[in-house]
């Protein structure tokens, strides 16, 4: 699998954006530890765009901006044979058919190392009229053969949204067990309640998480 696939297997912009904003509530959640979470969405990044993003913590992360111009996808796989740092410079294709709308994402510092060169293995975007997602016209490495952007493993939960999913995740991440009925109701965007964030982690209150919430823009009522 490669971001060519993981493009086909995404929503549209609107939401990809609630599902992104959904999995940053529920590690808000069950890890108040910001430190400690791979997935995190601010929704005032910009005065204009918001992002959503994951790090995994071993290097691998991968970041969204949602903009009036519509949505750009940047992966990045530390042990990808695709990687800049392998290759001095972003792997043929994956950036060059990006649209002047996401220039500025691609150079953005953000995603970028200190020297000014894009941090990317796989990249994918939608402008906000478009019927789908996009990708460059990449000639990909034979060897991994299954995964060898990191698309596959980066942006697993964004092709399987449901909430099983979800589950299952966290509960090899946290090793703790992850109520299903409570992942529904944050992974539907419905205000969270004392009761739900209690099923998830009876070590945090929903008071507690006002700042999170705040700066997430999940809904509160």
């Known amino acids: ?63 969204i901006v949602f903009s009036p111009a519509g949505a750009y996808v940047r992966g990045f796989a530390h042990e990808s044979p695709m990687s800049p740092y392998q290759e001095d410079g972003p792997w043929p294709g994956v950036l060059d058919d990006v649209p002047d709308a996401f220039r500025p994402c691609v150079e953005e510092a953000a995603f970028s190392g200190e020297d000014g060169m894009p941090v990317v293995t796989a990249c994918t975007w ?22 060898p952007d990191g698309a596959q493993y980066l942006f697993q939960l964004l092709m ?7 589950q299952r995740w966290a509960q090899d991440y946290y ?9 529904r109701h944050v992974l539907a965007c419905r205000p969270l309640t004392d009761a ?13 998480l006002a700042d999170d919430v705040a700066e997430i823009g999940y809904p509160n009522s």
Do not use: Q
């Open 126 to 147: 939608r402008e906000s009229d478009a019927a789908g997602w996009k990708t460059g016209t990449i000639e990909f490495p034979e060897e991994p053969a299954e995964d």
């Open 175 to 183: 090793e703790v067990s992850v109520d299903l009925e409570a992942v």
């Open 1 to 63: 699998m490669t971001i060519e696939d993981v493009a086909r297997r995404l929503p549209e912009i609107a939401v990809l954006r609630e599902h992104c904003r959904s999995l940053a509530m529920l590690e808000a959640v069950l890890s108040p530890e910001w430190e400690g979470r791979y997935y995190s969405f601010d929704h005032r990044w910009s005065e204009t765009e918001a992002m959503a993003s994951m790090r995994n913590g071993s290097g691998d992360e991968y970041s």
């Open 196 to 208: 739900v964030v209690n099923n998830l982690n009876p070590e945090i209150t929903l008071a507690e």
């Open 160 to 166: 399987d949204r449901s909430p099983e999913a979800f």
